[in-house]
């Protein structure tokens, strides 16, 4: 699943990815329109949508992030 699916599916806004992930907005906003984020943020990524689906979510598990 893309990391809007996931997103999506949870009924979250971008602003809501991002607080629960702890990055920028337009760092959740990038990410998820395919642009080069740090390793380090998808890892924060993954861990929000774990938490929010209550299950671990790697990061290798959301298609289409463009880690640098």
Same mark, same amino acid.
């Given at each position: ?19 629960? *992930? @702890?990055? =920028?907005? %337009?760092? /959740?906003?990038?990410?998820?329109? &395919?642009?080069?984020? +740090? *390793? @380090?943020? =998808?890892? %924060?990524? /993954?861990?929000?949508?774990?938490? &929010?689906?209550?299950? +671990? ?12």
């Amino acid at each position: 699943m893309t990391l809007r699916e996931y997103r999506i599916e949870l009924g979250w806004s971008i602003n809501k990815l991002a607080q629960e *992930a @702890d990055i =920028a907005r %337009k760092t /959740a906003a990038d990410a998820e329109s &395919g642009d080069p984020i +740090q *390793a @380090d943020t =998808a890892k %924060k990524i /993954a861990d929000a949508l774990s938490r &929010g689906y209550g299950r +671990q979510i790697k990061v290798m598990d959301i298609q289409g992030l463009n880690i640098l």
